[in-house]
């Protein structure tokens, strides 16, 4: 994430430029097309946009990702766990540990 769209959208902790960057690096390696349409946003919306991908993401990836030998119960555990976490974050519980999930919060 570049600091520009970060300052833009007034986002100074470190954990949560942190956790925006990592959203931002999801976005740019697994959606091309989508994190280039980003780059039409203004400055300061581009951090929310990272965020709401990187959930998305990281949802689809459990649910779908063929390169684990996940079971379909440890993968309803892995969506349950990361319903979990959400939720926590979403309702004003401590911040996650998730990167992802606290920018998702952050946004909210």
Not at 27 to 43: C, K, S
Not at 48 to 77: C, K, M, N, Q, S
Request: glycine residues 6%; contains cysteine.
């Amino acid at each position: 994430m570049t600091g520009r769209e970060l300052d833009a959208a007034g986002i100074t902790d470190p954990k949560l430029r942190a956790a925006y960057t990592r959203c931002r690096l999801l976005n740019a390696r697994h959606g091309r097309t989508y994190f280039l349409a980003t780059r039409l946003l203004p400055a300061d919306r581009r951090p929310a946009v990272h965020a709401l991908y990187g959930f998305a993401r990281w949802a689809d990836d459990i649910v779908d990702d063929t390169r684990t030998d996940a079971t379909p119960a440890e993968r309803a555990a892995a969506l349950d766990r990361l319903d979990r976490l959400l939720r926590r974050a979403l309702t004003g519980g401590p911040p996650a540990d998730e990167p992802v999930v606290l920018a998702l919060a952050d946004t909210a």
